[in-house]
């Protein structure tokens, strides 16, 4: 049994840690957890065959973090999710009211350029406090993983939201092309920001 468990217990913790750092959404980062939760009862055994409390008493406390994490990205992020989704879907059903788009689906999501083709991901949304409209997202294109990724700002007017979707009228070239954001982002952008 320590064998099994032996092997279990790292390949169950390595890819559980895989599917929470990608941060690919709320179920899979709950399944994340219970693959980490798998992992831990699996140390946890090893601890008991070879007689390592220190092993044990370890595992036992991450079995309870990992049930955390299962009821938050599981249970309670995973029904925020879905009721962005509802809402969105049954705004674009009825023509009486505009269409919706879930304000925390939008990092993320992946930014449709001209053609039609994946130009970049947003990563975030700036929001004016005095009148709650959008003062601008940022777009991150280039890069692997995030290491080299350029940050740019696209103006409200740039962007549609639609059925789950940002999309833009920007090719490629044309949105590497834009001023790349440093640490300090802007306070706001203008119509002039965007035809730099």
Do not use: K
Request: charged share 15%; proline share 4%; aromatic share 6%.
């Amino acid at each position: 049994m320590e064998g099994i468990a032996g092997w279990i217990a790292p390949i169950a913790t390595m890819i559980a840690a895989m599917m929470t750092a990608a941060n690919l959404g709320a179920r899979v980062t709950g399944w994340g957890f219970i693959v980490f939760t798998v992992g831990s009862i699996a140390w946890s055994v090893v601890a008991i065959v070879t007689g390592q409390q220190n092993l044990l008493w370890t595992n036992a406390v991450l079995t309870l973090v990992n049930a955390v994490g299962i009821w938050r990205w599981l249970g309670r992020q995973a029904r925020y999710d879905d009721g962005g989704t509802a809402a969105s879907e049954c705004s674009a059903a009825t023509p009486q009211v505009p269409t919706l788009f879930a304000i925390g689906a939008m990092p993320g999501t992946t930014l449709i350029g001209r053609q039609g083709d994946a130009i970049g991901t947003v990563v975030e949304g700036m929001m004016r406090c005095a009148d709650s409209s959008l003062s601008y997202i940022v777009v991150s294109e280039g890069g692997l993983a995030g290491v080299g990724e350029r940050l740019h700002a696209l103006h409200p007017n740039e962007v549609r939201f639609a059925d789950g979707e940002v999309r833009c009228d920007l090719s490629v070239g044309e949105l590497a092309a834009r001023p790349v954001l440093g640490e300090a982002w802007p306070a706001s952008i203008d119509e002039a920001d965007m035809a730099r």
